[in-house]
């Protein structure tokens, strides 16, 4: 305890405060879109200006706003630069380091003031967040430990490990009602009380980073970004529960997040903070990564254990929770990232302080990622009870390109469409469940006038008919029923029995299906019927979508007015379906056409238009061009 | 004597260790022969043809025999490479998916051979081996291409037009879902979110990641790739 203090105080005295630091996100976002570049020539910068002693540059974990990425902070200012290219770097070096001077373009500018932010609190994005666990994202560099450290790292652990007692511990995140981030809300200290209590040795403590929700991304973020908070609340839940061994499950599809972990598990042991005697406690610790081969259903706790086990991951089902028999049959507590990482905080900060912040049934933050047609899109941290209105506009700066909104749907594939007429519900786990959504891992995806519902029902159907295991019958052969009757639906084969058939076996996949996968499946299904039953009506009586997506019940045609007879869309159409040439005005033939969309997006004048139902105006060829006069 | 029938000499001197006399009295007794027997009907010269016959059947078998050998020697590496990763474990069968796992990523994808030899090693059955690789997506039974292309079709990118990505990449490099273009080359696949929502709708060719993809654009991404 007193070392991992001293060596706290030493690194905190290596380090200059006055020292400039350049930060770099490094996490799978940015890097997409560059950021390793800028991070290279940001080094020969700093060599070419003979900074080397005085700049360090900081790769660090992810800030949220992924899409104006690359994202560079230079402190001791705290200045935030977006959408960096290597050839802005100079100008960072020579402007902001050395003179102080701030680099006007690389501000992000308020798209509806116009004012440029010199600090992050200054952008709307940020401004109306709470980010207690993303905070250190970016500060730290995720593969050092000394940085977590200098932060207050394992300052939690220790006063867990000498200050309290296991029971003590237990009761204190009781105490502080913190709900399981993973989807379903269970209170984390009841659960941990049950495998505290189970018979049975040895006991296990593991984390579920199976974030297979399509739409969230939180769960990598924290993983990559501040490895050492999921590992140190991961130990102080082993401690309270009385496990000495642990496991991270990490999905295959996060390369970056099981290389940070590893390295911080190594790390942590070469400290003696995991291990043998941790901190001369005589408390022992060791934990294991374990990579997911794909597989959606994996994320379910019965058979994430038994892919941990090295079988297949299957669920069973759970007469007996797998908080008594678990991971080969002993008592195991699984819990999701977000959860773990927020147990450092509750045990430093207290009960009190978690419970004070959100509502009275939802204690303390969540992180949401918000996606879709939203303006900004990316990773955001707020308290619970915020409004979907205050997330969705306030934060996400309302809809793209000035579109309508219609639906918001949270909870991944399992949960449900939220309508217009709930915006001013406050999101946390009861309210949400209340109109037939869920919390599920914190995915909040926003759609436009241009989403069709039953489309999208359709992709979570097909997304969740695939991922299912087939174990039972009910979620093997419902899921594929329900996925045949949206298919004909959105091929404009629709009959009226169909929304009928939908709703019986709807009830009958919650009623029989053995997992939650099975259960909650039909949460799209049901909420789109009650919520938006008139674009299904529309698609089966008048077989049109009222979003022009589903491709049987859409055509396209050009405005003769419009056309400029460019030729792009001529080039571009993948089966020479479109006619005309210089002087005419191009025409599409509506039999070759397959309706893909490629004139729609090539054509620069906004002259092809998009007809639902299927039924364009007759085709009129040699129509004379009439161009319009290009300004002065 | 001419340079080649010197050099002949000598080896058939090594060989036999005759000395050069006796080896010419033998070839010259033979010449005799050959010659006594006349050209056009000589079975000599058919026996010769059989020889040489013969000889390009045994230099035919002596190939195969080393192609196999080839083939065996790079079956026994392959199988010392399993052995390494298996290792990395310390032999524990609880780590099968994570044995898997390195062996796909290290050969690009699972022979029945690596199945067979993981079996024994682990002392698993086949069967459950067979019922791992079929479950899990990341698996494959078949040679993926030397490039894996990946189309995300999560829930951000679907909205944001991620099947417009995933059928101009179908028609682009003319094949499906989990196929692999006929020379070898790229391996398509469509994944569900591989976490940059934000960025949607992406694609991922090895691990470069491009974000905010336009149909448009996937000829020239993948013409970067050799």
């Known amino acids: 305890m007193t070392e991992l203090e001293k060596l706290r105080s030493e690194i905190i005295a290596r380090g200059d405060p006055k020292k400039s630091i350049i930060t770099v996100c490094a996490s799978t976002g940015c890097s997409a879109l560059g950021a390793r570049k800028v991070i290279e020539s940001l080094r020969e910068e700093i060599k070419k200006q003979g900074l080397g002693g005085e700049v360090e540059i900081k790769e660090t974990g992810c800030l949220g706003f992924c899409e104006l990425g690359p994202r560079v902070i230079v402190y001791p200012e705290e200045i935030p630069y977006f959408r960096v290219k290597p050839q802005d770097v100079s100008k960072i070096v020579s402007e902001t380091v050395v003179n102080g001077k701030i680099v006007e373009h690389l501000l992000y500018v308020n798209p509806v003031t116009g004012e440029k932010a010199q600090k992050l609190e200054d952008i709307p994005f940020y401004k109306h967040q709470l980010r207690l666990l993303l905070k250190n994202n970016a500060l730290i560099d995720p593969k050092k430990i000394e940085d977590y450290i200098a932060l207050g790292g394992y300052k939690a652990l220790g006063k867990a490990l000498f200050q309290m007692t296991p029971k003590q511990v237990i009761k204190e ?14 209170p984390a200290g009841r659960k941990w009380e049950t495998t505290c209590n189970a018979p049975g040795e040895p006991k296990y403590v593991l984390v579920n980073c199976d974030e297979g929700d399509p739409g969230a991304f939180m769960d990598r973020s924290l993983m990559e970004g501040n490895p050492h908070s999921v590992l140190e609340g991961l130990m102080i839940g082993a401690y ?43 408390f022992n610790f060791r934990v294991k990564v374990h990579r997911g081969a794909g597989a959606f259903v994996s994320g379910e706790s019965s058979a994430l254990m038994a892919a941990i086990e090295g079988k297949v991951g299957e669920p069973r089902p ?36 978690f419970r004070n912040i959100g509502t009275s049934s939802s204690s303390g933050t969540k992180i949401f990622s918000l996606v879709g047609k939203v303006n ?19 934060i996400g700066g309302g809809i793209r390109g000035g579109k309508k909104f219609k639906a918001v749907q949270t909870g991944g594939p399992s949960g449900g469409f939220i309508p217009e007429k709930y915006l001013d519900l406050s999101i946390d786990f009861d309210e949400l469940a209340k109109v037939g959504s869920m919390m599920g891992s914190g995915g909040v995806i926003v759609m436009d006038e241009d989403t069709c519902i ?10 969740l008919s695939k991922e ?38 709807s009830k009958l996949l919650k009623e029989a299906s053995l997992c939650a996968l099975g259960t909650t499946a039909a949460n799209p299904v049901v909420t789109s019927l009650t919520h938006f039953r008139g674009e299904y009506e529309a698609h089966i009586h008048e077989k049109r979508c009222p979003a022009k997506v589903c491709r049987a019940l859409v055509a396209y045609y050009i405005q003769p007015e419009k056309c400029q007879a460019c030729m792009a869309c001529l080039k571009n159409c993948p089966v020479n379906a479109i006619t005309g040439d210089k002087d005419t005005v191009h025409v599409i033939n509506q039999e070759k056409c397959i309706r893909c969309g490629t004139c729609y997006e090539e054509c620069p004048f906004n002259s092809i238009e998009k007809i639902s139902p299927p039924i364009p105006l007759p085709p009129r060829h040699g129509i004379k061009v009439k161009r319009k006069k290009k300004k002065e | 004597m001419t340079e080649e029938q010197r050099s002949i000499l000598s080896h058939i001197q090594k060989d036999v260790n005759l000395s050069k006399t006796e080896i010419l009295l033998k070839g010259l007794e033979l010449l005799s022969e050959y010659y006594s027997l006349g050209l056009d009907t000589s079975p000599l010269s058919l026996e010769l043809k059989k020889l040489e016959e013969e000889a390009v059947r045994h230099t035919e078998a002596l190939k195969r025999v080393r192609s196999r050998e080839d083939a065996l020697k790079e079956i026994i590496r392959e199988l010392h490479d399993i052995d390494g990763i298996v290792d990395r474990y310390s032999g524990d069968s609880n780590a099968l998916i994570q044995i898997l796992l390195d062996i796909q990523k290290q050969f690009g ?40 292309v990946r189309v995300c079709l999560g829930t951000a990118c679907h909205i944001r037009g991620g099947p417009k990505i995933m059928e101009r990449a179908e028609r682009v490099m003319g094949v499906g879902d989990g196929e692999v273009t006929p020379d070898g080359k790229f391996g398509l696949e469509r994944v569900n979110c591989l976490g940059c929502c934000a960025l949607g709708p992406m694609i991922v060719v090895d691990d470069d990641y491009y974000g905010n993809v336009k149909p448009a654009e996937i000829e020239k991404i993948l013409s970067k790739y050799e």
């Not at chain 1, 995140?173 to 269970?186: A, H, P, T, W």
């Not at chain 1, 039953?454 to 997304?463: A, I, L, N, P, W």
């Open chain 1, 468 to 505: 299912s295991c087939g174990k039972c019958v009910p979620c093997r052969e419902g899921l594929r029923q329900i996925l045949n009757v949206l298919n004909r639906i959105c091929s404009g084969l629709g009959e009226g029995e169909d929304l009928k058939n939908l709703e019986d076996l």
């Open chain 2, 109 to 148: 994808w699972i022979s029945k051979l690596a199945v067979m030899w993981i079996s024994e090693k682990l002392r698993v059955p086949f069967s459950s081996i067979y019922q791992i690789v079929t479950f899990y997506k990341v698996f494959s039974l078949t040679p993926k291409g030397r490039h894996r």
């Open chain 1, 240 to 282: 309270a529960i009385g496990a000495n061994e642990g496991f991270i499950y990490v999905r295959e599809e996060y390369p970056l997040a099981v290389e940070n972990i590893t390295t911080a598990i190594k790390q942590a042991e070469d400290h003696g903070l995991l291990g043998k005697n941790i901190m001369d406690s005589g």
């Open chain 1, 376 to 394: 900004n899109t990316g990773l955001v941290e707020v308290p619970m009870g915020i409004t979907l209105r205050d997330l969705i506009f306030k």
């Open chain 1, 318 to 353: 759970k007469y007996i929770h797998t908080a008594v028999k678990g991971l080969w049959e002993r008592p195991s507590c699984l819990n999701n990232v977000e959860t773990w990482a927020n147990v450092p905080l509750i045990i430093l900060n207290g009960a009190d302080w």
């Open chain 1, 173 to 186: 995140i009781k105490k502080s009602n913190l709900r399981g981030r993973g989807g379903g809300g269970f």
């Open chain 1, 454 to 463: 039953v489309d999208v029902t359709r992709y979570y159907v097909d997304f």
